[in-house]
């Protein structure tokens, strides 16, 4: 268990639709990332958020949007969905963004689109 | 654009064997190299291999980097079941925040 909570497990739901996903980092850590792993795409940055503020970003759709909360918690929404956007999506943390250090995954939402 | 190829593709191997997973990388300002292992869901992390840290070891595992030929290798010696899973390499550049790039994964199944 890496310390980095996901929330919800499994979100299945139809195109056009619109998707909230929510992620807890590791207590501490101030950097939180959104990835995206499908089948053939493999695992794709998406964005990065610390303290608050955008930090780095990704080949992200602009149908996708996300934001990192005053309490570090960081939210992922998906809008229009397609069926392509069915996918795996992983937040990551870690402590500061300007030096090294390791990013540790939550256990990921599965979003199914039908 | 960085980018990072990983080979073998997949590798089945018995109980006992020792792999070597290959991990080549193009980058922009290299920063650091990952390694994660991926089981049924989250990468957890391995290693992180720097310019000050080429080589890393971990119980059955270690890690090289050779960043004038922008290559890494994982070595898993004595392999057991459990070290089945798709090891997945990262690499991190200056000036892009924390963002990684992935490689495709190299998928391991050890036999027993």
């Known amino acids: 268990d890496s310390g980095v909570t996901q929330t919800p497990k499994h979100l299945i739901t139809a195109t056009g639709q619109r998707v909230t996903l929510r992620c807890s980092p590791r207590s501490g850590d101030l950097s939180v990332y959104w990835y995206q792993q499908s089948l053939d795409q493999g695992l794709q940055f998406l964005i990065q958020y610390y303290n608050g503020e955008e930090r780095a970003k990704g080949n992200i759709l602009e149908r996708f949007s996300a934001q990192q909360f005053p309490d570090l918690h960081s939210e992922l929404n998906l809008s229009s969905l397609e069926l392509g956007d069915s996918a795996l999506y992983f937040c990551a943390s870690s402590p500061r963004d300007w030096i090294y250090n390791e990013q540790f995954f939550g256990p990921g939402t599965r979003l199914t689109v039908l | 654009e960085d980018k990072v190829v990983q080979s073998p593709l997949s590798l089945v191997v018995h109980e006992g064997d020792t792999v070597t997973l290959n991990c080549s990388y193009e980058v922009t300002n290299f920063r650091s190299l990952l390694w994660y292992k991926q089981e049924k869901k989250a990468p957890t992390f391995l290693f992180m291999l720097?310019?000050?840290?080429i080589e890393k070891k971990s119980g059955r595992l270690s890690s090289i980097l050779d960043k004038k030929e922008l290559f890494s290798i994982l070595n898993i010696t004595a392999t057991q079941t459990g070290d089945s899973a798709v090891y997945l390499c990262?690499?991190?550049?200056?000036?892009?925040?924390?963002?990684?790039?992935f490689g495709g994964g190299t998928r391991l199944m050890v036999k027993p």
């Open positions: 720097t310019s000050s840290g």
């Open positions: 990262a690499v991190e550049a200056e000036d892009a925040g924390n963002m990684l790039t």
